[in-house]
């Protein structure tokens, strides 16, 4: 059975608490990464975590660092998360939702590729007919999909601030431009091998973001979560239609029940009503059968 953990409390040094992941040092240069159940949308965390997602979120990340493996280093260790909790802890708790990864030296900017233009993406595209200074030929409508998948990055934000969407000289800028173009590069081989293998599936990914990392000798490592439902969006491809924002795997219930309230998108996040944590919980469920055929009691 999946267990529920908003968020996580254990004997150990709390490095970072993210949005959905808490994140605990470990002897030997190593990290703790747990996916709890927290649900942000719209850049807040939500009181009502998603029972199961955290583990979920994990399986399909894990998943796919192994699918991709032969693309780029990732930063899994495949060590026994049990042997690395603190005494008295539950591991059933944590054992599906949590990983041994490698501490990297975190990149400063969000690779995001897309194939499809959607969401801030086609915001700028209406409003000057480019994304992150990508000129897109004219004509395009809201889903379409690109004539090929660009890379177009983002700001890191805080918690509770927003990405921005920035140019490929800002990326140049921060990291240098060696290895801003491996980031490049890197993100669209990764996205155009995911993109193939769900489309046989059923699942159109239109975008994804991706983290990625150095470790001790410069080389270069995919990190974090990985072509899940939170970091891309997942379309089912036997509803797709272009013209209108089809359907996510994710969180898109959430959004939707958010739309309706009289909320202004700051913290601290409205209640969700249990049908539409039902509903989120599902999709999730789906996605994550559909990819890698593991079944979520």
């Not at 059923?202 to 973001?209: L, M, S």
């Not at 509803?239 to 898109?252: A, E, L, R, W």
């Amino acid at each position: 059975m999946a267990t529920t953990l908003h968020t996580s409390d254990l004997d150990l040094p709390l490095l970072h608490r993210g949005k959905v992941r808490d994140v605990y040092a470990l002897p030997g240069n190593r990290l703790l990464m747990v996916a709890s159940d927290r649900l942000s949308a719209f850049d807040v965390v939500l009181p009502d975590p998603i029972p199961g997602k955290g583990e979920m979120l994990c399986q399909i990340s894990n998943f796919w660092f192994g699918k991709t493996a032969h693309l780029c280093p990732n930063h899994l260790t495949h060590e026994s998360v049990a042997a690395v909790l603190p005494a008295g802890v539950d591991a059933a708790l944590y054992g599906k939702r949590s990983v041994v990864a490698k501490k990297l030296k975190a990149l400063p900017v969000e690779a995001i590729a897309r194939g499809y233009i959607i969401g801030s993406g086609w915001k700028d595209y209406q409003a000057n007919g480019a994304i992150c200074g990508i000129r897109l030929p004219a004509g395009l409508r809201q889903a379409e999909q690109l004539p090929e998948p660009i890379f177009t990055p983002s700001t890191k934000a805080a918690v509770g601030d927003h990405d921005e969407n920035v140019g490929f000289d800002v990326v140049v800028d921060k990291i240098g431009a060696d290895l801003a173009e491996q980031v490049r590069a890197k993100t669209l081989e990764i996205y155009a091998f995911a993109a193939r293998y769900a489309r046989e599936r059923g699942i159109i990914i239109a975008d994804t973001k991706l983290e990625f990392g150095l470790d001790e000798n410069g080389v270069l490592h995919v990190m974090d979560e990985m072509l899940t439902p939170d970091s891309s969006r997942f379309w089912p491809a036997d509803t797709y239609q272009v013209g209108i924002s089809p359907p996510s795997y994710d969180k898109q219930y959430v959004r939707d029940y958010l739309e309706t309230l009289d909320w202004n998108k700051t913290a601290p996040g409205p209640h969700v009503p249990a049908e539409i944590i039902a509903a989120t919980r599902g999709k999730y469920a789906e996605a994550l059968l559909r990819l890698a055929d593991i079944t979520v009691e």
